[in-house]
């Protein structure tokens, strides 16, 4: 970017006044909240799943991507926090206010390695439910927890070692704000080709994945369902029927709640998606280019929805998974439920 030139690039589309008004709405309400239930709610995901134990591919799982969401709450909320601190840069006045500004753009970009974490971790959670139904006896000697683990920290360590490249030699501008009168400190000199081609490629495999993963569970679930009432009602030994039954049932709510974990993911990862598809199309749709607050705008949408999908993984645990409801009371001192299985 030619920085002698930034007081007449034109912000296109959407002013300077109207992002400071929609920050205020998301940066400074929505986001906040949204990112403190998400923080809160996976402090009781991590307590939880480490009371029923991680030695399991299924609970550990589960923990890694309760561990990867906290820690996309706290980036969140940093991030907002940040943005309030530099807000009024917007309404005329700068300097000191820089600082925070570099504060926002560093967890914005900080928060997409453990987004990415989050992410394959829900693949990887997808797939193998996936293979459990397509080779069940196979499974646990194939895809043991360990393997499932090393595929997780292979990928983190990937993504570090992407995000360590792309902004090792960044370095922070400071350049004038004409319609406000103010500063905008910007960071340049990011490898931004690598790093979007990494993040695009891994996302649009994982986001593919999960949605077909969703559709093959979808069927196995309505299928397993019909088999049930079949065997059930024309079974003549119940002792069996009952232990056949049982073991159903717990593995159908298993796949539920993949299935709805991963339903959820597939919605509030739709506008990453689409970010992800304008950038690549709009090349002046980025931090610096002409469309700059169209982009802000969108990355507080998308910070917004990873935000709804960060809060709700609780309540989806607790309603389709019993044994994580049986951990939740222990863990928080009511008497535990006698397990419906």
């Keep these: 970017m030619n920085i002698s030139t930034a007081d007449s690039i034109p912000r296109g589309i959407i002013s300077d006044v109207a992002i400071a008004n929609l920050g205020a709405i998301f940066k400074l309400a929505l986001n906040p909240t949204l990112g403190s239930v998400g923080l809160c709610a996976n402090i009781i995901n991590m307590a939880v799943f480490y009371k029923m134990g991680i030695t399991d591919g299924v609970t550990q799982n589960f923990f890694i991507l309760s561990i990867s969401d906290a820690s996309m709450a706290v980036v969140s909320l940093a991030n907002s926090a940040a943005y309030i601190l530099y807000a009024k840069v917007y309404v005329g006045q700068g300097g ?10 560093a967890t914005m970009l900080i928060g997409t390695f453990p987004q990415s974490v989050s992410m394959i971790t829900t693949v990887v959670i997808a797939v193998v439910r996936c293979l459990c139904v397509a080779m069940p006896l196979r499974v646990k000697f194939l895809i043991t927890t360990g393997r499932q683990l090393a595929v997780i920290l292979g990928f983190l360590t990937l993504s570090a070692c992407v995000v360590i490249y792309a902004f090792a ?10 319609q406000t009168k103010g500063t905008l400190a910007l960071l340049v000199d990011l490898k931004w080709y690598e790093y979007t081609l990494f993040y695009n490629v891994t996302y649009y495999s994982g986001f593919f994945i999960v949605i077909i993963c969703v559709i093959i569970l979808s069927i196995s679930l309505k299928r397993s369902s019909e088999f049930r009432e079949k065997s059930t009602g024309g079974s003549s030994n119940a002792a069996s029927s009952g232990t056949n039954t049982k073991d159903g049932r717990r593995e159908a709510r298993i796949v539920k709640t993949v299935v709805f974990v991963s339903t959820v993911f597939i919605i509030c990862y739709l506008p990453s998606i ?20 169209a982009n802000l705008f969108n990355i507080m949408v998308i910070d917004m929805f990873v935000m709804i999908n960060v809060s709700v993984n609780s309540f989806i645990y607790y309603f389709f998974n019993t044994r994580y ?17």
Aim: charged content about 20%; hydrophobic content about 40%.
């Design 325 to 341: 409801r049986t951990a939740f009371d222990e863990v928080f001192g009511r008497e535990s439920k006698v397990n419906r299985q």
């Design 274 to 293: 689409s970010f992800f598809v304008i950038g690549t199309l709009v090349p002046e749709f980025s931090a610096t280019g002409l469309y700059r607050n």
């Design 96 to 105: 000191p206010e820089n600082n925070a500004q570099v504060v926002y753009w």
């Design 169 to 178: 030699g960044t370095r922070v501008v400071i350049v004038p704000n004409p």
